[in-house]
């Protein structure tokens, strides 16, 4: 008997090369490409990437670089310190990345400016004693809400493609949330994370891909892989589970890592829990429309900027856009930069949903934003549904995942819908499931 592993995305090779590493030969069951949403490509002399454009360095990020013998394909940003901008009052804006470039900034209000730096030491500052509340709820008293709207609402966007009053903040800052509810202050917070620092930013020489493809390549020998897709887990006797698979396939395992996640994992989960179902049902996804362009060299862009992020209610639903060779060089040939436009997001309208219509407004709603002479259309990839939004309230989802696992030793939640949505939290969510997943069947053994 073996355990099926639900999505072949980096969370279930993660999964898959944690099993393997401990003998097991487990199954991955992936209709889709291998490495789901890790997408590169090489084009005329530049790196695409459709879906993850950056990693952040956390220890067991560079723990699996290191096994997976990716260490030297690391670059770091050749720009040191390289800026992150909003789109403010028509232009560029540089995130303050300390006290004095704060005092200057105008995306804070004279009122914050004047209090910030009491506030961060006061203990019990942020919203105490609710069950949760959204991310602008949570961080208004201490920012306020002008930086609430120009500057966390488009890094928010940036990276869930949501909206800063719907997303929850306990799912997305949850060792925040935990320390208000302990009534620490945001410094003591910080101190107690990694030293206080911030985790770099890296790529892969060749693409983010290589690290699929890696674990892939470490795997593949020893796992089954089923391109099908899973319809239902149906709980056999407690301890084995049926899966039903596409064109009637099925398959006996004794435990399923689900790493697919909001509606795609509702169906599945059904004949465990209906109520879970219900609510897996009931996540909105953003979509996510990605477009590679290119410009001159010598065209006026933001010199130290990794990109800009655009706040709601831009007419363009413009999330972000990012100038990845500005700070990664080798990602584009010399003469050329490439511009990363990523549009769309849980709110978006429909003024881009054609590829016609947008292959003929980008490039002059880019030329007029940046003021530069021409813009040349490389490539676009739409994702329909890319990031489950943890809204208000999804703590609930969670806890129902919780429960399920309890009741179903041997299933364990792995997907995007489980918390974290960047690479390396990822990785670390699934090692996570797979920790579980063994010690669910040790005690159903003993
Ligand atoms: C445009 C974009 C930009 C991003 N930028 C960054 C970034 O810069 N940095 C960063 O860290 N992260 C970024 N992310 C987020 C990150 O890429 C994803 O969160 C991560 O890749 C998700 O990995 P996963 O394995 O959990 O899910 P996925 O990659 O979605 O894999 C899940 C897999 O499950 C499969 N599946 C679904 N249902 C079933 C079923 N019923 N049966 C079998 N298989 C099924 C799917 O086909 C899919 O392949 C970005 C995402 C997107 C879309």
């Not at 560029?92 to 004279?110: C, D, Q, R, Y």
Request: charged share 20%; net charge positive.
């Amino acid at each position: 008997m073996t355990a099926a592993i639900i999505g072949g995305g980096i969370a279930g090779l993660t999964a898959a090369y944690e099993l393997v590493k401990v003998g097991e030969r487990p199954y991955i069951i992936e209709p889709g490409a291998i490495g789901g949403m890790v997408r590169s490509t090489q084009f005329g002399g530049f790196t695409l990437e459709s879906g993850p454009n950056v990693l952040v360095e956390r220890p067991e990020m560079a723990r699996l670089f290191s096994e997976l013998g990716l260490s030297g394909d690391v670059r770091y940003p050749s720009v040191t310190p390289y800026g992150q901008y909003v789109w403010y009052d028509g232009k560029p804006t540089k995130v303050p990345a300390g006290v004095l470039e704060l005092m200057s900034s105008p995306l804070f209000s004279w009122g914050t400016k004047l209090t910030l730096p009491i506030k961060v030491l006061l203990p019990r500052l942020l919203k105490r004693g609710a069950p949760d509340c959204s991310v602008g709820e949570f961080f208004q008293p201490l920012i306020g809400a002008h930086a609430v709207k120009h500057l966390l609402d488009p890094v928010l966007k940036g990276i869930y493609g949501g909206d800063v009053y719907d997303l929850s903040a306990r799912a997305i800052f949850p060792g925040l949330w935990t320390a208000s509810q302990e009534g620490r202050s945001i410094v003591g917070y910080m101190r107690s994370r990694s030293g206080g620092r911030k985790p770099p930013i890296m790529v892969l020489q060749g693409g983010i891909q290589k690290l699929t493809q890696a674990l892939w390549a470490k795997v593949s020998g020893h796992v089954e892989h089923v391109p099908l897709a899973a319809e239902r887990i149906i709980p056999l006797d407690g301890k084995r589970y049926k899966l039903n698979l596409s064109q009637g396939k099925t398959l006996e395992v004794d435990g399923c890592v689900v790493t697919a996640a909001g509606k795609e994992a509702s169906p599945l989960v059904f004949h465990l829990s209906e109520n879970l179902s219900d609510q897996l049902l009931n996540i909105r996804s953003a979509g996510l429309t990605v477009v590679h362009l290119a410009v001159s060299r010598d065209e006026p862009l933001v010199k130290d900027a990794f990109g800009v992020l655009f706040p709601g209610g831009m007419p363009c639903d413009f999330l972000g856009v990012m100038f990845n060779s500005l700070i990664f060089p080798h990602v584009a040939p010399r003469d050329k930069h490439i511009l990363t436009v990523m549009l769309g997001g849980a709110q978006a309208g429909d003024r881009f949903s054609s590829e016609e219509t947008l292959r003929l407004e980008l490039p002059t709603l880019l030329c007029n934003l940046f003021g530069v002479r021409a813009v040349e259309w490389i490539q676009m990839y739409r994702w329909p549904a890319a990031i489950p939004q943890l809204s208000v309230g999804h703590h609930l989802i969670v806890k129902a995942m919780d429960a399920c696992e309890h009741e179903f030793p041997g299933v364990v939640f792995a997907g995007v819908d489980r918390g974290g949505v960047g690479v390396s939290e990822r990785i670390r969510i699934a090692r996570e499931a797979v920790k579980r997943l063994r010690r669910a069947r040790v005690e159903t053994v003993v």
